[in-house]
């Protein structure tokens, strides 16, 4: 196409589309170019550092940027230690679980749910038809999930007492203040707005303090597989 040219362009909505009034239908859409452009990329320098950063020459953004780089990559591999160790410690560990406890979860779970099909533009009634499901079934499949969270949750609250790990004066100050920064408001009205959610944050920072202590204590084992294709 050239600039000013208009084309009308056919497409199918996918089945799964989140809409059901469009869903699995073809459609037209009237396109126009109205300009093109072509990007110009800026010469790699210690101007280009300074617009973009706060660093005053590129030898100095490129080193902020190893550094970020690699602190991504190193809390991406803590996050995948720690899913590990949590399989393996809800795989080991086999005990009754409380009924409450697993119904409550699935009502969240149920809740997660509504609100994601509303998210997407459909009711729950439409989501539930679009999965062939009834809410009973719905719910029913979420159940082997739900009680492996309150397997974890339980396990980590047992390791975390054996610990005597808490949440601090200066971890929930340090948490209020991560808050106040998202949210552009003092900590002191942050920690008044959430109100009893306060002992839902202390639990938080007692389930991720738990968390990497054990990721610091794991031994980490080469997969035999990967180690295979490297060499």
Do not use: C, W
């Not at 300009?35 to 973009?52: G, M």
């Amino acid at each position: 196409m050239t600039p000013g040219e208009s084309k009308n362009v056919e497409l199918r909505f996918p089945d799964d589309y989140p809409s059901p009034a469009v869903a699995g239908k073809a459609a037209v859409f009237a396109v126009k170019l109205h300009d093109l452009k072509e990007f110009e990329l800026p010469p790699l320098d210690d101007e280009l550092a300074k617009a973009v950063s706060t660093n005053q020459t590129l030898d100095e953004l490129r080193a902020d940027l190893r550094r970020r780089l690699s602190a991504v990559a190193t809390g991406r591999a803590r996050r995948i230690i720690g899913s590990s160790i949590l399989e393996r410690l809800v795989a080991e560990h086999d005990f009754a679980l409380p009924p409450s406890m697993v119904e409550a979860e699935l009502d969240r779970l149920m809740e997660d749910a509504a609100a994601a099909a509303a998210g997407s533009g459909a009711s729950f009634d439409e989501y539930l038809k679009r999965i062939e499901k009834t809410e009973a079934e719905l719910r029913e499949s979420y159940r082997g999930g739900a009680e492996s969270r309150v397997k974890t949750t339980l396990l980590i609250e047992q390791i975390a007492r054996a610990e005597k790990i808490t949440a601090t004066p200066a971890d929930i100050a340090a948490e209020l203040e991560v808050l106040s920064r998202r949210y552009g408001q003092p900590p002191a009205r942050i920690r008044k707005a959430l109100g009893n959610n306060l002992l839902s944050l202390m639990d938080g920072i007692v389930r991720n303090k738990t968390l990497e202590l054990l990721i610091d204590n794991a031994e980490v084992v080469p997969n035999e597989e990967t180690s295979d294709s490297a060499s």
